[in-house]
């Protein structure tokens, strides 16, 4: 049996004063500041473990109360999947914002602890074999309708009709009607009398009751493109034949009334006669392209920034402040580590200034290291930083720079890396990623796939429309020379041969006049 829990000691906001103390709320202070702490927030995922609710009442109490953490005590007998974590979190907020330009109006500071994240084989099986369990019953839901409600055993009638009846309902009996000349018949005599439904429709003022449920009858056995498709086959033939289209919300205007309209109206008050204008109609009423004519007369932009805010003022600042976080793989708990991987001082800012909608984001690791599998209590080092004084990664991108000097800039800076073949390491993860022979997911995988290949063409549009309508990017990349080091017998000693990549020092630099002459 396996077992996951989630626990955390969980502090509210804290109104403080400008030393993070907690305090009284100030009405005079012009900026208030909330103070947010989280304690041992953790969680484990124990396998083939004793549920505490087959125990008696006073013995599952006190394994669940010995089971919290505490600032001093971290039980023991658990997988943890990630150990206790502690973080706090410091809002201040500016509510002169608007005339107040010395503090940002937003400006959040978040501090995290050491995280340790770790996974063993058994973890490993067990959570593979909850995705199993999750794709099967993704798969049987189209058969659950027909699965008798009996047992298996003394049964096995009913459970053959139901593997047959679900075959043939699901699987087979769906494509041969799908394909078949008396489904394709129906399916255009539905299509062509919805278009002429909702041509009718388009050219009623005021539809009756009995077309519209005849459309929704309609639009509960058609998809939704088959419905868009016989729309769009309707509004074009409406236009090409002439007639008005009648929209949703639009009244008519009182200028489109016949010169002998008042005859028929002369009972109704004054004020029935006036013109009534829904919020939203000049919208509907206006083509997109009549719309940006219109705001371009009257110097109108839904975008326009505002004049009173300075550029330099910093509305939203958000920093996120990480000092450890280290992934461990281990075969089982009391094992030595398989892999480990630790990153140092992570840190990311986020500012916005929208007096020039301007966006700026930092981030920055100092350190980042892999230790793999011990050979005689010594840990070989697959990877490390060669400097340590400097900082590892540097990576800054910024909209609308405070120089004005282009429309967007990016800076990327790397520190070489050592990196070690570690054969017996390598071996080891392998082994350990390879999943249960019994577990097969195959309508997992071919979701990841689609998922996939679906996030690789909306990238690959996505640069398109970057490098098509790109302005000005200053572009900056120093990666210098990181080098890859291969024992000959897969194991690293001082008396081994050696072969060594050289993965050589590249840059990236934007000139920005040339670019500007050629635009």
Known sequence: MQVTVFTASFFP?????????????????????????LDNLFAYWNVKTQLFYLSNYDESVSSLRNGIVDENIVPEGYDFVFRPISANAKLQMNRRSDFDFSAPKIDLDVELHDITIQLN??????????LESVDMMTQNVPYRKFKPDVPLRYHAKEWWAYAIHGILEVNIRPHLRMWSWKHIREHRQKMKQYKELYKKKLTSKKPSGELLNSLEDLEKTLDVFNITVARQQAEVEVKKAGYRIFREGAEESEGNKGWFSWMWNWSESHSKQQLDIKPGSLEEILTPKEKSLLYEAIGYSETAVDPTLPKTFEAMKFFVHLKSMSIILREQQQKPELLDIVVEE???????????QAVKFE????????TGLPDNSTKPRLLSSLDDAASLLKIMFEINPLDETVAQRCIIEAEPLEMLYDARTVNSIVEFFRPPKEVNLAQLTSVTLTKLEEFRDKTATGLVYIIETQKVLDLKINLNASYIIIPQDGIFSPTSNLLLLDLGHLKVYTTIKYFICHL
């Open 13 to 37: 906001f804290q109104t403080t004063d400008q030393y993070w103390i907690p305090c009284l709320h100030d009405e005079t202070e012009k900026l208030f500041r909330k103070l947010i702490r």
């Open 121 to 130: 084989k058994p973890q490993y099986f067990s959570f593979m074999e909850l």
């Open 346 to 356: 992570f840190s990311t800012l986020i500012v916005q200034r929208p007096g020039a």
């Open 363 to 370: 981030t920055k690791i100092d350190s980042f290291h892999v």
